[in-house]
């Protein structure tokens, strides 16, 4: 089934570029030059994926990708300018899955997509429980209990944790779970995984050790 994608950016000849690319690899494109706009239409209609420019006329990116996040799990990929680093981190604490730096190469833009969409359909298919302490996550209904208290999280949120359980005592490098959890295959110089161990340590919030131990200079580890 073709895939639909709702892309957000208010620079006309640069949207028509994405939109022409992405109608090429048979994805369904919808195209929205404000963020006002673009953030009616995501909440109106049903997308597999959302592509949304930071500076936008009307609302910024981020604010509509935290809008967006507080009623729907749908995959939002930012694009942000190159010297926008805050840009980027407000847009992950926003709820974004992923962003990708302007100018990019349209190859790079489809894999990204591509992965995004391939880790939807990934989880859907396995069902099993995994335990590991005060915490279980329930693989077929996706929800996470800790300390007794239902978690909510977002995709990529219980992605990374699913990652980290389903490796108990065993480190995850930084690569590793970028290239399990975010699909990228090469060196990318990007600190998505930080942010989003972040996330999770202020949501894994408990009076005992912390659920989330740093491996200095080499990943992260759940412990039983
Ligand atoms: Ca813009």
């Not at 109106?44 to 009307?58: K, R």
């Not at 967006?68 to 709820?95: E, N």
């Not at 975010?182 to 990007?190: C, I």
Request: charged share 35%; net charge negative; aromatic share 6%.
């Amino acid at each position: 089934m073709q895939k639909k994608i709702l892309l957000i950016e208010d620079e006309k000849n640069i949207a028509r570029f994405i939109e022409l690319e992405l109608m090429h690899e048979r994805f369904i494109v919808t195209t929205c030059y404000d963020g006002r706009d673009g953030l009616e239409k995501a909440l109106e209609e049903t997308f597999d994926c959302l592509l949304i420019d930071v500076m936008l006329p009307g609302l910024n990116g981020v604010e509509v990708c935290r809008r967006v996040r507080a009623k729907s799990d749908v995959p939002i990929i930012l694009l942000t300018a190159r010297d926008a680093i805050m840009d980027r981190v407000a847009g992950l604490d926003a709820g974004a899955d992923d962003y990708i730096v302007k100018p990019f190469a349209i190859e790079e833009l489809l894999a990204r997509i591509r992965s995004i969409l391939r880790r939807v359909n990934k989880s859907e298919t396995k069902e099993e429980l995994i335990q590991v302490r005060e915490l279980i996550i329930d693989t077929a209904s996706y929800e996470v209990t800790f300390e007794g208290k239902k978690l909510e999280l977002t995709k990529t949120e219980y992605d990374l944790l699913k990652l980290l359980c389903e490796n108990k005592n065993r480190v995850c490098t930084r690569e590793l779970i970028l290239e399990s959890v975010w699909g990228y295959q090469s060196e990318v110089e990007t600190n998505v995984v930080d942010v989003y161990i972040r996330h999770l340590r202020t949501k894994l919030k408990t009076e005992k050790s912390p659920y989330i131990e740093t491996v200095r200079g080499v990943g992260y580890v759940v412990r039983e």
